[in-house]
């Protein structure tokens, strides 16, 4: 819980810019359209604010959480507890440089990941056409290495800038972040992701532009995009597919409530209308005990659960 005099710190702090809200709802700001309201709701206006936000924060032992583009997330039907500060960026565009024959995009962490690929990729830079169907955000990605197609954020990214659990800036190469399948040290040091720099080469542009169209079919014919969802719902086993697994289980198209296993794409569980985080919940613990019963597999989420 906040308190009253804690809530009224951080209207102040956010008193000439940013946004302060309490009970904000949240479906209207994830993909899976899925959620109950934040107790306090924050949107910092820029790097600046935000560390002055984590130190607030940290001073006062207020319990908070952060939210990128709300694509890979599921929020509880009773909402969040605490402090929500969402990392939302509209308005910013990448800035790009040349230095030793590599082009060097700087990029907020609040800006679409998908946005920034497909700039790129108009720009005629190689190496990002993976990520333009990927919906969350910059600083999202870089925290998960999210990826598709055989590409991932470590095979471009040369360093980010974060604001640390004391709320210090500091500017990290990516060697430093051991990026791997789906994960970073950055949730367990605490760091906020503000910023990062992605290294590309030029390519050919026509062939870029025809890449990026062909994993734009491949997206449309395979995934339910007609649906609410938070993408893929489980993490690549070891030298299996999630969704094979799931579909020989006999889960294709299996309900709880709203929620079912798209028959479409058996690695995703979407929302068909209605759907609540317990249907949600329900339905994946439901297919991890299936799965693990029918082949032996256990299956590790790939969504984050919020509450």
Known sequence: MVSEKQKQLLSALYGERGIFREKEPLAAHTTFRIGGPAEVYLVPADEEQLA????????????????????????AD????????????????????TE???VLATVTAGMSLSGFARDACERGLADMEYATGIPGTVGGGVVMNAGAYE??????LQEVTVITADGERRVLPAADLKLSYRY????????????????????????????????????????PLEYPSAGSTFKRPTGYFAGKLIEEAGLRGYTVGGAQVSEKHCGFVI????????????????????????????LEPEVKFLS
Not at 151 to 156: A, D, L, R, T, Y
Not at 196 to 215: N, Y
Not at 271 to 296: F, M, P, Y
């Open 271 to 298: 929302n068909r209308g209605g759907a609540t985080c317990a249907d949600v919940k329900k339905l994946i613990a439901d297919v991890q005990r299936i799965v693990l019963e029918k082949s032996g597999v256990k």
């Open 52 to 75: 002055a936000t984590v130190r607030l924060l940290r001073s006062e032992g207020m319990r908070w959480q952060i939210l990128g583009n709300g694509s890979n997330v599921l929020v």
């Open 100 to 102: 030793g024959g590599t």
């Open 78 to 97: 009773e909402g969040i507890a605490g402090v929500l500060i969402h990392m939302e960026d509209k308005k910013s565009v990448p800035e790009y440089r």
């Open 151 to 156: 590409g991932e954020i470590k095979h471009s």
């Open 184 to 223: 970073s040290i950055i949730p367990e040091k605490g760091y906020l992701v503000t910023s990062a720099t992605f290294g590309m080469k030029e390519g050919d542009r026509d062939g870029i532009r025809a890449k990026v169209l062909e994993l734009s079919a491949r997206r449309r014919d395979k995934q």
